[in-house]
Nanobody, 118 residues
C-alpha cells in the first residue's frame, strides 16, 4: 500500500524559502512521474510541479522560476524547494504520482502546511 509522509512546512515571511519533503513507501518513486500538489483554504487541490522518470520538470506558471522539484530515488523521497515565497503560496502541500487513475485510488498523505505571512 502506498504511503506518503510530507514534512518541512512551516511559517515563513514573504520572500523567504522552505524545502518540503515527501517520504514515500509502498512503491519505488523511480518508476513514476511524481508531483507536488497544494490545497489552499476554500479551494480545490491544484497541481504545482512534476518530475518525470527521466528528471524533466514542469511547473504551475505562478511558481515557475521560484520552485524546484527534485527526487532522491535512493531515499525514495521527493522534494520541493520553494524560494521567493508569496502569501498566495499558503496551502497544504501534498505529493503523489502524476498518473491517473492511480493504483491506490484517491489516497493521499496528511500533507504539510506552508504559511507565508508577515
Amino acid at each position: 500500500q502506498a504511503q506518503f509522509v510530507e514534512s518541512g512546512g512551516g511559517l515563513v515571511q514573504p520572500g523567504g524559502s522552505l524545502r518540503v519533503s515527501c517520504a514515500v513507501s509502498g512503491f519505488a518513486i523511480s518508476s513514476y512521474a511524481m508531483g507536488w500538489y497544494r490545497q489552499a483554504p476554500g479551494k480545490e487541490r491544484e497541481f504545482v510541479a512534476k518530475i518525470t522518470t527521466d528528471d524533466r520538470s514542469y511547473y504551475l506558471t505562478s511558481v515557475e522560476g521560484r520552485f524546484t522539484i527534485s527526487r532522491d530515488n535512493d531515499k525514495n523521497t521527493l522534494y520541493l524547494q520553494m524560494n521567493s515565497l508569496k502569501s498566495t503560496d499558503t496551502a497544504v502541500y501534498f505529493c503523489n504520482i502524476i498518473q491517473w487513475p492511480r493504483p491506490w485510488g484517491d489516497l493521499w498523505g496528511q500533507g504539510t502546511q506552508v504559511t507565508v505571512s508577515s
